[in-house]
């Protein structure tokens, strides 16, 4: 969740001239792309999309993740799985795929689908950052909701849900039908993991909080102190899962330890934390 915006000279091309990254705006099916250099890292590029910002690449590192919720998340999946474990992941929500290159280079048996609305974005993509190719990482053109919605029970360990429309996830990824289908989705044992942008009234992650808690078993949420005493806007990391999320484990240390130190938040502080708020539905927002 971004808020830089785009010069407003940009000037947008309809087509990169070669493979490869390259400093400029690109039209794309939703909108404007834009790519910046990365001023402190040679091999690093900012991806922003409708002049927010959305994504960081280091071309020689794919297991460097400069946006610190992408790092909590990673975090969260390691915690639960050794590297190098074969998973099966659905990423909802494609941009450059920061996460999924990361999932490869950690887990090299796994088989990781990305699912991104935006065709001309997810060819640029590849292009521009020489992505794995499936079936380590298959990028899939369609709505997160219907390709969801499509999947064979019990086919993924995990779901990450990191879409977009500005800066706010559409309400039809944030509703209880829409999580009851990724469970659905998800294998015994597996975690679905979201990235909620909300202001500091926190009303959206309370609501989503909620709607996690009343379909797992066990949940968590991932966020710096600021953000969660309502100081900024920001992201929440909020998860599910049947099987027990951070008990016993290093992963509050790993959190805290970080560039940007995070809390993490168990079941029980969850719950009280979306007590007050109403589940969200298909039929009320």
């Not at 090299?108 to 521009?128: F, H, Q, T």
């Not at 969660?228 to 998860?239: C, D, E, P, Q, T």
């Not at 099987?243 to 168990?266: I, N």
Request: overall charge negative; hydrophobic content about 45%.
């Amino acid at each position: 969740m971004g808020r830089q915006r785009a010069p407003k000279n940009a000037v947008v091309e309809p087509e990169p001239a070669a493979k490869g990254p390259q400093a400029g705006s690109f039209a794309t099916d939703t909108g404007t792309a834009e790519l910046i250099p990365d001023g402190d890292n040679p091999n690093g590029w900012l991806l922003m999309l409708n002049g927010v910002q959305s994504s960081h690449v280091d071309l020689s590192d794919p297991l460097r993740l400069d946006f610190e919720y992408m790092r909590w998340i990673m975090a969260l999946v390691q915690d639960r799985w050794p590297a190098g474990e074969k998973l099966r992941t659905l990423s909802l929500g494609g941009a450059a795929c920061s996460m999924p290159r990361y999932l490869v280079a950690a887990y090299p048996n796994s088989r990781n689908v990305v699912v991104e609305i935006d065709g001309k974005l997810a060819s640029y993509v590849r292009d521009w950052f020489d992505l794995p190719r499936a079936p380590l990482l298959k990028i899939r053109v369609g709505e997160a909701r219907e390709v969801t919605e499509s999947l064979t029970e019990a086919s993924r360990e995990l779901i990450i849900r990191d879409v977009f429309a500005g800066s706010k996830t559409p309400h039809a990824l944030t509703t209880a039908e829409f999580t009851a289908a990724a469970r659905r989705v998800l294998m015994p044992g597996g975690v679905y993991v979201l990235n909620c942008g909300d202001s500091p009234a926190l009303a959206v992650a309370r609501r989503e909080a909620a709607t996690i808690a009343a379909a797992f078993e066990h949940t968590v949420i991932i966020a710096d102190p600021p953000m969660l005493k309502g100081r900024r806007s920001g992201n929440v990391i909020i998860a599910g899962s049947d099987a027990p999320l951070g008990d016993a484990s290093g992963l509050a240390r790993v959190l805290l330890g970080g560039a940007m130190p995070a809390q993490l938040w168990d079941d029980a502080k969850v719950r009280q934390f979306g007590r007050s708020a109403v589940v969200l539905t298909d039929e009320a927002e």
